[in-house]
């Protein structure tokens, strides 16, 4: 059932903006299977209100991928002026980023700042247009060509002018990047260059947005919905405006993503083909009181319900082993009793006790992991987990007790905690068999919890 009723939009909490964000329709051409697909997001954001104050489109707007010029202008402009015509663009700027179907060569590149004239001329040398920055009072907004073709095609940026941008506009209090390609694998989905930013240059962006506080860097070109933190920074993909297949199957669905930002944070909702909200985020996390910790495991955890499930922390302290043969060594493990393995378990793995977090939720499947720091041999260590049920798999997340800045955990998993089921009890210090079940081998083992509804 369809309906045309408005999606309330998320609006800032104090001064800040609101705006829409949303790649990948891979369209252009009328009555291909992704105009269809298309129209039926862009049915759902006309429906936001107040209407979004921007557009960010991170790529892949039309299929392109042709040396045909011809052809890839008549693509564009039956996007910009029959796809998009629901949007006032006098009113609602629209801003791009470049992108491996859009900007495959030297010919689409010239198309790119042809037909999208509106875009600012001022970005490093060589690539007028295809990459900018926009500034509207405190938020700063650098949009980067990630398949420069003078730097070597897909996966390929600069980071020279991007230093500079961010250095001159230090005094912006919300700061965006936004780029088609990913710098983070998403849902396992791993390739140098044509799946992200090259190894070489990836790290040295990434040091940039931590060194200048960026707010978050969004992408798209993988097709999904995807989140995680890396050193304090967000990396946002949103890659479901459309196109069609989706990876993997059961997990993806087309959506789009309105935000809001402001002196508080970020928050977001994600909107699927229902105009139902999926997914969402309040960013950075808040733990508002200590009262609200407890030893475990007096605190079970609230039942597992899409967008109402609890949002688990833990504060782990203690001393690691000197040297182990790498057998896993237990924080916390839950079980619900059944023959399966443990639904979660948290704990250290290998020689060099790297901290781990392996999750089991269905009986005979393989499980699945994920991965954080090394903790050095008989060091006392104090680490903060979170197991976020809104973020995906981006959503198990780490830090140190010296750092306030969180990072995802390293996984090949399309899903994460959303899938633990209410537990009939955490063990500490060792597995659901027994005391002698992977054993911490250290010493001082403390385990605290928050839970939050």
Request: include cysteine; hydrophobic fraction near 40%; glycine fraction near 10%.
């Amino acid at each position: 059932m369809t309906t045309s009723a408005p999606i309330p939009s998320l609006i800032p909490r104090s001064d800040g903006f609101q705006f829409l964000f949303y790649g990948d329709s891979c369209s252009g051409v009328p009555g291909a299977p992704h105009a269809k697909t298309f129209a039926e997001i862009n049915a759902v954001v006309a429906r936001l209100e107040p209407a979004p104050e921007f557009v960010i489109f991170p790529g892949d707007e039309v299929i392109g991928l042709t040396p045909d010029e011809a052809a890839l202008r008549g693509q564009w402009r039956y996007w910009l002026e029959t796809e998009m015509a629901w949007l006032d663009r006098t009113r609602i700027p629209l801003y791009h980023t470049t992108s491996n179907h859009t900007t495959y060569d030297a010919m689409s590149e010239r198309v790119f700042t042809e037909v999208l004239s509106h875009l600012p001329r001022n970005g490093p040398a060589g690539q007028k247009g295809l990459a900018y920055f926009i500034r509207r009072d405190e938020l700063l907004m650098v949009f980067i060509h990630t398949s420069a073709e003078q730097l070597g095609g897909e996966g390929h940026i600069e980071t020279e002018w991007l230093s500079d941008t961010l250095a001159r506009h230090a005094d912006a209090k919300f700061k965006f990047v936004i780029g088609h390609h990913p710098v983070f694998p998403i849902n396992g989905f791993q390739g140098a260059y044509q799946r992200e930013i090259d190894p070489t240059s990836g790290p040295e962006f990434w040091e940039l947005l931590v060194k200048h506080e960026v707010m978050a860097y969004l992408c798209s070109h993988i097709l999904a919905f995807d989140v995680q933190v890396h050193d304090g920074v967000l990396q946002i993909c949103s890659a479901g405006a459309g196109t069609a297949h989706r990876m993997p199957e059961g997990v993806e669905y087309l959506h789009a993503v309105q935000m809001a930002v402001d002196q508080s944070g970020l928050r977001y909702q994600v909107l699927n083909t229902e105009g139902r909200v999926s997914e969402r985020l309040t960013w950075p996390l808040s733990f508002k009181s200590q009262e609200l910790w407890s030893a475990l495991p007096d605190t079970p955890l609230s039942p597992f319900n899409e967008l109402k499930a609890p949002l688990c922390a833990w504060k782990i302290s203690g001393r690691a082993a000197d040297r182990t043969g790498g057998a896993r060594q237990t924080f916390l493990c839950a079980s619900d009793g059944d023959a399966r393995l443990p639904l979660f378990w948290l704990g250290l793995t290998g020689c060099d006790q790297k901290l781990t977090v392996i999750m089991c939720p269905a009986a005979g499947r393989s499980p699945h992991y994920w991965f954080g720091p090394k903790l050095d041999p008989s060091a006392a260590f104090d680490i903060s987990v979170v197991a976020h049920p809104h973020m995906g798999p981006g959503g198990f997340l780490w830090r140190m007790r010296d750092s306030s800045k969180w990072s995802s955990f390293i996984g090949a998993s399309a899903w994460g905690f959303e899938r633990m089921a209410s537990a009939a009890k955490f063990d500490i210090g060792h597995g659901s068999r027994g005391l002698d079940d992977r054993p911490f081998r250290g010493t001082g083992l403390s385990v605290a919890q928050h839970v939050a509804p």
